[in-house]
């Protein structure tokens, strides 16, 4: 079945780093991907997601995008800040009726 | 903006008894789900509902789950029996297309069987 994997975290930054949280998928057809982030105490947010292959996907100065050849849909950030402190899941919804289904998700602290 | 309510935010039970948790999906969406996060573990689904039916299931929801869309803006998940395992962050989901155009979640509910 569709899977999502993403890297383990915890990943510890310094404000103003370079953000890479790494995702790949396995998934017949085409599927849309999603990053969604879960700050602390709260629910799940969607942060940006894109529905074909070359796409990018963009909001809050986070991108990703949709690589077919390497079924892949990695997360960056050019410059953390505090406030990015979240955990970070990459999910996937496939062809036909399937639910979302979500990678393990990856703990980001980013420190002053 | 549009949200997703959950309530109660937590919920503590004793193990064997009947537990429901409540949750309002935003109003012009057909699609509602519910999945759990175990602490510090993968969100799961559990079940999906489109039409006031059951659309697709997962291992998970076995009998002592069920769903219900009881009038026209509640949608409800029954635990008849808990046990401990399912302590576990409790989430609601609503969508307007089925899947591609992404869900939006409530804030869960933590339940805790003790």
């Known amino acids: 079945g569709d899977s999502v994997t993403q890297m383990e975290g915890p990943v510890t930054l310094s404000e103003e780093a370079f953000l890479t949280i790494n995702c790949t998928y396995t998934?017949?057809?085409?599927?849309?991907l999603f990053w969604y982030v879960q700050y602390p105490g709260e629910g799940l947010q969607l942060l940006l997601k894109?529905?074909?292959?070359?796409d990018k996907g963009s909001n809050k100065g986070f991108e990703a995008t949709y690589r077919k050849e390497t079924t892949s849909f990695h997360l960056e950030k050019g410059s953390v800040q505090v406030s990015d402190s979240a955990v970070y899941f990459c999910?996937?919804?496939?062809?036909?009726?399937?639910?979302?289904?979500f990678g393990k998700g990856t703990r980001l602290s980013v420190i002053a | 903006e549009p949200e997703v309510t959950q309530t109660p935010s937590h919920q503590v039970t004793q193990m064997g008894q009947e537990v429901i948790l409540r949750c309002v999906p935003i109003?012009?969406?057909?699609?509602f789900y519910w999945y759990r996060q175990i602490l510090g573990q993968k969100v799961e689904f559990l079940v999906s509902?489109?039409?006031?039916?059951?659309?697709?299931k997962s291992e998970i929801f076995d009998d002592q789950f069920s769903v219900e869309r009881p009038d026209g803006s509640n949608f409800t998940l029954k635990i008849r029996s808990t046990k401990l395992e399912d302590s576990a962050m409790y989430f609601c989901?609503?969508?307007?297309?089925?899947?591609?155009?992404?869900?939006?979640f409530g804030s869960g509910t933590r339940l805790t069987v003790v």
């Open positions: 989901a609503s969508s307007e297309l089925l899947g591609r155009g992404g869900y939006t």
């Open positions: 998934a017949t057809g085409y599927p849309s």
């Open positions: 894109a529905t074909k292959a070359d």
């Open positions: 999910a996937l919804s496939g062809i036909g009726n399937t639910p979302l289904v």
């Open positions: 109003s012009n969406h057909l699609y």
């Open positions: 509902f489109y039409n006031n039916e059951i659309s697709e």
